[in-house]
């Protein structure tokens, strides 16, 4: 097991994972948007995003991860939040503005459903496998969704990190959406697509890379 886990709002990373269906009975297709948080979803800030009140959506980010998931995709968010790390705030206000985040999407599009959330509260000095440029959040996000996807007892699941976890599943028409070198990397080292979105367009820039457009 890992030493820095990734994290989830208010669970711990192995709770179950209850996910809602897709939209109009669709199927999961077996991929997984993999997407950065900010620049992808909602504005960024050098300063971080440090309350709920700060959340402003990118524009068309919700019909876009509704697009997403009307195409078959499960969603799941991967962002580095070190503010917890070096102690400006707690994990439980992270949960908030998640909260906001899930809230603002869902008015604007009642599919824009993100069916995880993964955060690592390390501080780039720790080195965590848990922390972008390293892939331990989107390993943990496959293995999540996986077994909430299969019929399995949640306590079979064992999470595996790095050279732990073999036979692993395609993630050929998986992608990663992020706004950063390091979102890259981190796709490039789990073995998933990657597309490089501009900061202040977000999710809604590169979507038609992803799905077709006859899928509105
Ligand atoms: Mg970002």
Redesign the pocket.
Same mark, same amino acid.
């Given at each position: 097991m890992l030493q820095h886990l990734p994290c989830r709002d208010r669970v711990p990373i192995d709770a179950p994972l209850k996910l809602h269906p897709l939209p109009d009975s669709t199927q999961w297709s077996g991929a997984i948007a993999y997407l950065?948080?900010? *620049?992808?979803l909602n504005i *960024?800030s050098e300063n971080y995003i440090n309350s709920p009140s700060e959340v402003t959506l990118l524009p068309n980010a919700a019909k876009s991860v509704a697009r997403l998931r009307r195409f078959g995709l499960r969603i799941a968010v991967v962002?580095n939040q070190s503010p917890i790390g070096r102690g400006l705030w707690n994990s439980e206000n992270l949960a908030l503005i998640h909260d906001q985040i899930q809230k603002l999407l869902l008015i604007e599009d009642k599919d824009a459903i993100l069916d995880l959330i993964l955060h690592s509260p390390y501080t780039p000095s720790q080195n965590a496998w848990a922390r972008k440029p390293n892939p331990g959040m989107l390993e943990a996000a496959r293995q999540l969704i996986n077994h909430a996807e299969s019929t399995k007892e949640w306590s079979e699941l064992s999470m595996r990190f790095a050279g732990e976890w073999g036979e692993r599943p395609s993630e050929s028409d998986s992608v990663m959406v992020?706004?950063?070198i390091s979102?890259m990397t981190a796709a490039n080292a789990f073995g998933v697509r990657s597309l490089l979105c501009p900061?202040e367009l977000g999710l809604s820039a590169v979507i038609n890379d992803i799905v077709p457009t006859d899928i509105q």
């Open positions: 950065d948080r900010d *620049g992808v *960024g962002t992020g706004d950063r979102d900061a």
